[in-house]
C-alpha cells in the first residue's frame, strides 16, 4: 500500500466519524487517496471491513455475488437484487464495516436502492462509500458524515516531496504542478518515473504479455 501523506485531517474525521457511528460518504477526483484513506484507517485502527468495489466490467450484483460466495466459500442462488442486499446484511454482522468502493461506477438505479436501504434505521451495519462523484440527493442522507478530498495545493505538493525525500529543483515546481494538478496518485506516478510518467508507463506497458496488453488497449477504449 503506498504511504498516505498530507491526509491527517481526513483520517481524523474518518476515525471521528466511525466512532460516532455515522455512515461515512467520501469524495473527490480519481486518484486523490480516497480509497488509500480507508485502507490506512482500517489498518491504523485494526478493523476488518468488508470491501465491495465495482467495476465497469462486471454488474454490481455479480460482484456482491462473487464477494459474498467468496467470503462463504460456497455458491449462492441469485433471485433479485433486493434479497442479495439481504443476504449480504446477514452474513456480515463480523465485520466493522461495508466499504462501497467506485460507488460512482454503480447505476443510478442501483445507487438509490443502496442508499436507501443504509439510510434505513433499521440497518445495523456501518457502511462507507467511496465515490469519484458528489452525490446528487446528498441532502436527503443527512445521517452521512461527509468527507471531501482535493488534489493537493502547491503547498502540500512540495510537503509530499519532502515526505518521499524526492529531490527536485525548485524552478520545476510550477510546471511539475500544471502537468500533475497536484494529483496525489500522479504526483507519485512521478516519483516513480523519476519526472518521466509517459515513459515509465511505455516501460510498463513493453512488459506485459500480448493478453495483459490487450486488456490494457480494452481499458483505454472503455474510457
Known amino acids: 500500500m503506498k504511504k498516505l501523506v498530507g491526509r491527517s485531517d481526513n483520517l481524523k474525521n474518518l476515525k471521528q466519524g466511525h466512532l460516532l ?41 455479480e460482484v456482491i455475488l462473487a464477494e459474498i460466495e467468496i467470503y462463504q466459500d460456497k455458491k449462492i442462488e441469485y433471485t433479485s437484487f ?18 462501497w ?12 436502492i443502496l442508499l436507501e436501504m443504509i439510510s434505513s434505521p433499521a440497518d445495523k451495519n456501518h457502511h462507507i462509500i467511496i465515490s469519484a462523484t458528489e452525490l446528487k440527493n446528498e441532502l436527503e442522507y443527512l ?13 502540500e505538493m512540495i510537503l509530499f516531496f519532502q515526505e ?24 507519485y506516478l512521478f516519483i516513480l518515473s523519476d519526472g518521466d510518467i509517459s515513459s ?17 488497449r480494452f481499458l483505454c477504449l472503455l474510457n
Do not use: C
Open 143 to 155: 445521517d452521512f458524515k461527509t468527507i471531501n478530498l482535493s488534489n493537493f495545493t502547491h503547498s
Open 101 to 112: 468502493d467506485n460507488f460512482h461506477l454503480v447505476p443510478k438505479i442501483y445507487q438509490s
Open 82 to 99: 433486493e434479497s442479495l442486499i439481504r443476504q449480504l446484511k446477514i452474513h456480515l454482522k463480523d465485520f466493522d464495516s461495508i466499504v
Open 21 to 61: 457511528g455515522a455512515n461515512i460518504f467520501i469524495h473527490g477526483p480519481k486518484g486523490s487517496g480516497k480509497t488509500s484513506l480507508v485502507k490506512t484507517f482500517e489498518s491504523n485502527e485494526n478493523k476488518s471491513f468488508f470491501w465491495i468495489v465495482a467495476d465497469e466490467k462486471r454488474s454490481i450484483d
Open 164 to 187: 518521499f525525500e524526492y529531490s527536485y529543483e525548485e524552478s520545476s515546481l510550477e510546471d511539475i504542478y500544471n502537468r500533475t494538478s497536484g494529483n496525489p496518485y500522479l504526483l
Open 200 to 216: 515509465y508507463w511505455k516501460k510498463q506497458y513493453r512488459s506485459l504479455n500480448e493478453q495483459e496488453k490487450r486488456f490494457v
